[in-house]
């Protein structure tokens, strides 16, 4: 069974940043893309950002380009997503997730495992 644990959500002001980490159990995480989503009260979950199997593509939702980045590293089963310049519209739950493929995606459907979430509160 594949587990993804998320962390580093919490409560930040306007303007402030926080980096979330998601550690993943999966001896093949080498080989797929891997992506953040995020589900505000009332929302459905929306794709943040994705990077391909070696970090070498990645995608934004239009709302956090240039203001968030997602990395990984392989050696050590983790993806990053570190946020900057956050609003109070990026109020969500976050969710890590492994994609079914090796090529960064925005589409929800392509992925098959997902972290349980962190919180992630933005005052203003």
């Known amino acids: 069974q594949v587990q993804l644990v998320e962390s580093g959500g919490g409560l930040v002001q306007a303007g402030g940043s926080l980096r979330l980490s998601c550690v993943v159990s999966?001896?093949?995480?080498?080989?797929?893309?891997m992506g953040w989503f995020r589900q505000a009260p009332g929302k459905e979950r929306e794709f943040v950002a994705s990077?391909?199997?070696?970090?070498?593509?990645?995608e934004y939702t239009d709302s956090v380009k240039d203001r968030f980045t997602i990395s990984r590293d392989n050696a050590k089963n983790t993806v990053y997503l570190q946020m900057n310049s956050l609003k109070p519209e990026d109020t969500a739950v976050y969710y890590c997730?492994?994609?079914?493929?090796?090529?960064?995606?925005?589409?929800?459907?392509?992925?098959?495992?997902w972290g349980q979430g962190t919180q992630v509160i933005v005052s203003s």
């Open positions: 997730a492994t994609a079914s493929r090796s090529t960064a995606t925005s589409e929800l459907g392509l992925y098959n495992y």
């Open positions: 999966r001896r093949t995480f080498i080989r797929y893309a």
């Open positions: 990077i391909s199997w070696n970090g070498g593509s990645t």
